[in-house]
């Protein structure tokens, strides 16, 4: 893998993980772990999550309120840049914690607990990552995500047969199609 070190970075389907770690100076920046390449970052994983909600037209907040909406999670909240192409991404710590990495739930192929109490990623990749949460909270985190992502999905597929419908029967089908979705009543 290519390891480079750059100062901006932007976020995409790629991304399998942003890890917090401590550079040779003492001060936290990000490693960026892609399908093929490893980037070192110089900023904190918080500021490259933040920059990327930005980029899809939110903020950290917005999407921690959007995801308490949708699911009622909101203490280290999963949260999606784009769902129609998959950006899920799950805090190993409280976003404010310094220590807090974010893990792409789309490319996590298994978890499993280390002797020390710690949790080892694997990633589709094949590449091991050793977060330093337990395996207990982490598999809570990825669950949290899972459901997170299966209510989203199901919103979206939702809208998309509303979409279908109207285009089919403009006249009254989008009543018709919104009264189980909104809970509107004739």
């Known amino acids: 893998m290519k390891t480079s070190n750059i100062n901006g970075y932007e976020l995409n389907p790629l991304?399998?993980?942003?890890?917090?770690?401590?550079?040779?100076?003492?001060?936290?920046?990000?490693r960026v772990i892609e399908e093929e390449i490893e980037l070192t970052i110089d900023a904190k994983p918080l500021h490259i999550i933040r920059k990327a909600c930005e980029f899809f037209?939110?903020?950290?907040?917005?999407?921690q309120k959007g995801t308490a909406a949708v699911c009622g999670v909101t203490y280290k909240a999963p949260i999606t840049f784009d769902p129609s192409i998959g950006l899920y991404f799950l805090p190993t710590h409280s976003p404010t914690n310094s220590?807090?990495?974010?893990?792409?739930?789309?490319?996590?192929?298994?978890?499993?607990?280390?002797?020390?109490?710690?949790?080892?990623?694997?990633?589709k990749n094949k590449k091991r990552i050793i977060i330093h949460v337990s395996y207990g909270s982490m598999m809570n985190q990825v669950q949290r995500t899972a459901q997170y992502r299966y209510l989203m999905e199901a919103r979206m597929n939702q809208m998309r047969m509303m979409g279908n419908i109207v285009a089919e029967n403009p006249s009254s089908a989008l009543r018709e199609s919104m009264s189980p979705f909104y809970g509107l009543r004739e």
Do not use: F, Y
């Open 15 to 30: 991304t399998m993980a942003v890890i917090s770690e401590l550079g040779t100076d003492g001060k936290k920046m990000a």
């Open 99 to 123: 220590n807090c990495s974010w893990i792409s739930h789309s490319h996590i192929e298994t978890i499993q607990p280390t002797a020390d109490n710690q949790t080892e990623i694997i990633l």
């Open 57 to 63: 037209g939110s903020s950290l907040k917005g999407r």
